[in-house]
């Protein structure tokens, strides 16, 4: 991977050669970074798929070290001792998993305080963990950086939203561009005098200011940060959401102005037990949601998404050699589940090729979900049979993915769904295909169910296995059969064959090897799927 042109890389298509088995890249298979904030402590530690990032380890630790900074110029005491001892707990964490040094960065709080060199300073000499101090460019920066990990390629606004701070960063074309900071964290708006009138004043005259450094910004907005991901939960609870995954959620500048109705005029502790947010979250959403509403309002922007990457996964894409940036997160942790858990690493990319003619009319963005599908078709096998087509569904519509949309979650879901059963009805899934409409549902059952017949042809993962042509306007479907695979199109096989012809509504016709046709292969190959 050091440039020199891949002589197997058209062998992958579209997608690339995975990159997680290089060097460069396993280097970031275990990676551990401590965000300090104004309102939380927390530890993230990334593992797997570089490009990807599994979350190995996850803990957050409360310390609200910016309250009553406005008042005091100095770190909450309190926030400090549990921050101390939350590095202190991180430190041996580290130590236990290997993964020491940690990249450790403090955010606004330790930037702004009189008392934030002394907590350095602290923190260095009792964990040996050294506290890098960044400004509020460099916050939203990483932020943003984080918002390409799960979006390569993206054009928009980046609002990261802090406890003492709120930063914006403009992306473009894999680029982070303008980006500027901000006393917008609801921390610092909860000391602005004048009470609510004084603060709404406060927060337009703010953003106008920023809306004049950043120029026009109404491509999508990315909202990264705790505060705007509880009011995105409430959101879901209001509309009655059927699926609670926030990454990628989407929300309209009309949704945002009903939720913010809604938050204020319900009881707060009612509110934050149905929508399954903390207390010390619900605490700083009031003040949150008068900056969204506003934020709305001043850029217009076309959608807006939940971002649950920031300025952690950030750190992680700083990391990354450029070739590994520029890869696609869903199709490399897809292959790199394949790797790990499929019986027959490889076979996904056969597969794949295979089943490709029943959908040579599909846009780009359909046929990258179908080639996730196909790696992770066979990942699920250890499940029990009687519940595997259901774990098929559980992971993909809430595994920890980027480069998804809900509506691909449910999908994905779909067709691996399909790929272990023929029928669906009367599950506790149905809630979620009302994401999808009937043509996509129809589709993803076509996948499902061409994955669960090519599975049957599986002497190899290099196997020739023949070939599907489809002609829609005939509504014939055709199998072309290899003499290395004819022996496994038993009955089963041609059961399956049948049930991919019925959900398309074709007649079937199936072309055996020529004559004389020798199998290159001999030695009875794998054992066919089931």
């Known amino acids: 991977m ?31 970074v401590v965000d300090v904030g104004s309102n939380s402590v927390r530890l993230m530690v990334f593992d797997g798929a570089a490009r990807s990032p599994a979350y190995f380890y996850n803990e957050k630790i409360m310390c609200a070290l910016g309250a009553g900074m406005s008042e005091t110029g100095r770190l909450n005491p309190k926030g400090r001792q549990r921050a101390l001892a939350a590095m202190r707990r991180f430190r041996h964490l580290a130590d236990g998993m290997g993964i020491s040094p940690l990249t450790a960065v ?35 920066r990483l932020s943003a950086q984080g918002v390409l990990l799960g979006w390569p390629g993206s054009y928009g606004l980046v609002c990261d939203m802090g406890g003492s701070s709120m930063e914006l960063a403009e992306i473009a074309g894999g680029r982070v561009g303008r980006r500027i900071t901000s006393q917008l964290g609801p921390l610092k708006l909860s000391g602005i005098k004048g009470g609510k009138k004084g603060r709404k004043a406060f927060i337009k005259d703010t953003l106008a200011e920023l809306s004049d450094y950043m120029g026009p910004q109404k491509n999508r907005l990315f909202l990264v940060g705790g505060s705007w991901r509880a009011i995105a939960r409430i959101d879901m609870e209001r509309r009655g959401y059927p699926l609670h995954v926030l990454h990628e959620y989407r929300m309209s500048a009309r949704a945002i102005r009903d939720t913010v109705k809604y938050i204020a005029a319900n009881d707060p502790d009612d509110l934050r037990a149905r929508a399954g947010v ?25 959608d ?29 942790a897809c ?22 003619p029943l959908f040579k009319s599909v846009p780009e963005e359909r046929k990258r979900i179908i080639k996730a599908a196909c790696l992770l078709h066979d990942v699920s096998w250890r499940a029990h049979p009687d519940y595997r ?20 979650r449910v999908f994905l879901g779909l067709a691996l769904l399909h790929r272990y059963t023929n029928k669906r009805g009367n599950t506790r899934f149905d809630p979620l295909l009302s994401l999808i409409d009937d043509q996509t549902l129809q589709q993803a059952e076509v996948l499902g169910k061409a994955m669960r017949f090519g599975a049957m042809l599986w002497p190899h993962k290099d196997a020739r296995l023949g070939e599907i042509r489809w002609f ?18 038993g009955e089963v096989a041609q059961t399956r064959f049948q049930s991919l012809a019925g959900t398309l509504g074709a007649k079937t016709r199936v072309i055996p090897p020529a004559p004389g046709a020798r199998n290159p292969r001999s030695d009875g190959g794998a054992p066919r799927a089931k």
């Open 2 to 32: 050091d440039g020199t042109p891949d002589p197997e890389a058209h062998d992958w298509g579209p997608f690339g050669r995975p990159l997680f088995n290089d060097a460069s890249s396993r280097a970031l298979a275990r990676v551990g």
């Open 106 to 140: 403090a955010t606004a709080a330790v930037r702004e305080a009189e008392d934030g060199p002394d907590f350095r300073a602290e923190v260095e000499s009792e964990t040996g963990i050294r506290l890098w101090v960044i400004d509020g460019e460099e916050e939203a």
């Open 278 to 302: 903390s207390s010390s979250r619900m605490a700083l959403v009031p003040l949150a949601a008068e900056v969204l509403k506003q934020v709305v309002k001043t850029f217009h922007p076309r």
């Open 304 to 332: 807006i998404a939940i971002s649950s990457y920031g300025i952690r996964e950030g750190m992680l894409y700083e990391q990354m050699p450029q070739r590994l940036r520029d890869r696609d997160p869903l199709i490399e």
């Open 335 to 356: 292959h790199y589940a394949e790797s790990k858990d499929a019986r027959l690493p490889g076979f996904g990319k056969t597969l794949y090729n295979f089943i490709l």
């Open 389 to 408: 087509a259901e774990d098929c569904f559980d992971n993909a519509t809430r595994a920890n993915l980027g480069g998804l949309k809900h509506a691909e």
């Open 472 to 489: 829609p306007k005939k509504k014939e479907l055709e199998l072309r059969l290899t003499p290395e695979v004819e022996p496994l199109f």
